[in-house]
């Protein structure tokens, strides 16, 4: 009797091994498929915006877009574009879909800016791209790119150096002043002369820093000039307050400027130069 009992309590802790092995089979042998999203591949949020300086070379603006999971079939992603001043087909051109193909998950979209949209230095835009349809839904993150838009053109010195007619806060002229004796000082810098400043027959070395693509600057640091005021030197300089700066598209050069002695500050202004 007792062996009899010992069997079936054997049998039915065999059984329960059986079942409790099946169920965790079934656990391990499961595939757990995560869903797939669309999202611009990024590495963090910040590199959802950028700036694109859209210049006579004509070379498109790449935004690399992705789908999170491999497929073996085709998937297209739907793109839609929203600006409060760029326009389709005048500022931009830029693609409504894109076609990831079986077997990837990465591409990217060209948006090609239009020169011709951009007539002055000064006309700045900001497109929004969004992922808004398409065979995978977008991503609850990195789903919208900010794009900045606007005209570069690239520093030459023989452009930059010559004649130019002069205002004086937009009132007093036209004169004339040159900018002389340009020397590249590196990539992004070189200094010169410009002359007749102030139409008084002054001249004064500057520094062209054209390093940060959104701010072309003029620097001039205090320097004496062959005038006296009350019987002491009389110095030139940039307003420290409000920065001097150029346009290579526009052939522009505005600058800021103080005329001061050691007694104190004898006039500031702003002149315009351009050729």
């Known amino acids: 009797m007792k062996k009899i009992i010992a069997n079936g309590s054997f049998l039915l802790l065999l059984v329960l091994v059986i079942v409790s092995c099946k ?29 694109y300086y859209i210049s006579n070379a004509n070379k498109p603006f790449k935004i690399p877009i992705g789908i ?40 990217s979209i060209s948006i090609q800016g239009l020169i011709a949209g951009y007539p002055t230095a000064s006309r700045v835009d900001v497109l929004f791209i969004k992922i808004c349809g398409g065979d995978v839904p977008a991503s609850a993150y990195w789903a919208t790119y900010k794009l900045t838009m606007r005209k570069y053109c690239d520093v030459v010195l023989a452009n ?12 007093y002229g036209p004169y ?32 062209f820093d054209w ?14 000039t062959q005038y006296t005021v009350g019987g002491l030197p009389l110095f030139v300089r940039a307003n420290p307050a409000t920065a001097s700066s150029f346009s290579s598209c526009d052939n522009t050069i505005t600058l800021n400027l103080q005329l001061y002695t050691s007694a104190g500050l004898v006039d500031q202004w702003t002149s315009s130069m351009a050729k």
């Not at 085709?74 to 693609?95: E, H, M």
């Not at 930059?160 to 009132?171: H, M, V």
Request: one cysteine or more.
């Open 23 to 51: 169920k965790n089979n079934l656990v391990v042998d499961q595939d757990v498929i995560p869903p797939a999203f669309a999202k611009f591949n990024v590495r963090v949020a910040a590199d959802t915006a950028a700036t």
């Open 160 to 171: 930059l150096g010559g004649a130019y007619t002069r205002t004086f806060e937009g009132s």
């Open 68 to 107: 999170t999971t491999v497929s073996d079939k085709d998937r297209t992603i739907q793109l839609c574009y929203t600006s409060t001043s760029a326009v389709a087909g005048s500022q931009y051109t830029a693609p409504a879909t894109i076609v990831i193909p079986a077997g990837k998950v990465l591409d």
């Open 176 to 207: 004339t002043s040159e900018v002389t004796n340009l020397v590249s000082t590196g990539v992004t810098t070189a200094t010169a002369t410009i002359t007749n400043i102030y139409d008084s027959g002054i001249s004064a070395d500057v520094t």
């Open 211 to 224: 390093t940060d693509p959104t701010a072309f600057k003029v620097i001039m640091e205090e320097q004496q």
